[in-house]
């Protein structure tokens, strides 16, 4: 009589992702895991970046935390390679260091007529917490730091603060992306990014951008209150579209992804709209044009992030009329999962480098795989 009260509650609790086994990863094929936290000298790595260069060099980037939990502290960006379509990678290697202070959120860009990859990046004492900062409390504000490489990432320059350039005096926290940045069809290079206004606790999303190769850096349009972690994406027309994190209302369990365009190259923004089919439980989600933007072929964007509600079932979705609406969806786990990073690969398959949960609670780690298009589009 117990067994078959107990029966269907077991079920239920299966049905609905609550069980202890619904938090292990489900493997798929082509799972490469490049970050795991508590190896090669990081408590934990998170907010991977992915990028794949003119010359068919997959950049993997994250935050290597020291310790296994906390938002700063003594972290440093690391990176690894694969010149092999993601088949291979390089050992661990050491992009940006600061001793005890905190390097973080890595969005690259690379300058196709030089082939410099640049890489943004956020830089804070690592004794100030996230609240002392936002509030303006802390010793020091985050800055924004900028390095280079032209040597397929092989060798980075020694980053170089471009704060004067890339910040107000109100602005308290700050992050470019996290994910990565766009050369437009101007030359243009563009950064989402950003930044907490100084006593307010607002957070705005705003353009970063540099119009002589990546010497000098200027500020462009800022978009609505209660938008952070941004990606964005160039319609063929020449419309900028970014998508970014919904924190309003910040007691809300699930939110819609926030959309504004730009159709000055960043410099201002239309007001923000929700995009129904986009839901989230305010999560960093990834965003690339696949195909379709000068290539002549079907116009395909992808967009990956976990829906919510929770932080779990990271889903790839696809869209043929370059955002508007999301025809297909393919969950990619199941299990718990935050951050991404998509990327089209050299043989044209889908590259996705993500956060994945393991058991422990702080101690995620940072897995690759690879999938087909067809694996979304269906037969």
Known sequence: MVLRCLLPLVLLLVLNGQSRGAD??????????????????????????????????????????????GLTGDIDL????????????????????????????????????????????????????????????????????????TDEGLTWDKPVNISAQATLPQWTWYGPGPGIGLQLPSGRLFIPAYHAVEKTGIYQVHSLYSDDHGQ???????????????????????????????????????????????????????????????????????????????????????????????????TLRLSYDEGRTWARSLIIEPGAAEYSGLAKLPNGEIGLLYERNTQKKYAPEIVFTRLTLSEIEGP
């Open 78 to 149: 690391v990176l690894r390679r694969s010149t092999d379509g993601g088949k291979t990678w390089t050992p661990l290697q050491v992009v940006a260091d600061d001793g005890p202070n905190t390097l973080g959120n890595p969005c690259p860009v690379v300058d196709r007529s030089t082939g410099t990859i640049w890489l943004l990046l956020s830089r804070s004492r690592g004794e100030d917490t996230e609240t002392q900062i936002t509030e303006g409390t802390s010793k020091e504000r985050t800055q924004v730091w900028v390095t280079k490489s």
């Open 24 to 69: 292990q990863p489900i493997p798929r094929p082509n799972v490469e895991r490049l970050f795991v936290s508590g190896e090669t000298g990081y408590g934990r790595y998170r907010i991977p970046a992915i990028y794949v260069t003119p010359k068919q060099t997959i950049l993997a980037f994250c935050e290597g935390r020291v310790k296994p939990s």
């Open 216 to 314: 000098t850096w200027k500020i462009g349009g800022t978009v609505a209150d209660e938008t952070t972690e941004a990606q964005a994406a160039l319609r063929a027309d020449g419309t900028l579209v970014i998508n970014t994190r919904n924190i309003s209302p910040r007691d809300a369990s699930i939110r819609n992804r926030a959309i504004a365009l730009s159709r000055d190259e960043g410099l201002t923004w239309t007001d923000v709209g929700r995009d129904a089919a986009l839901t989230e439980s305010s999560c960093q989600g990834s965003l690339i044009v696949y195909s379709g933007l000068g290539d002549g072929a079907k116009s395909r964007w992808l967009f990956a992030n976990p829906p919510g509600p929770g932080r779990r079932q990271l």
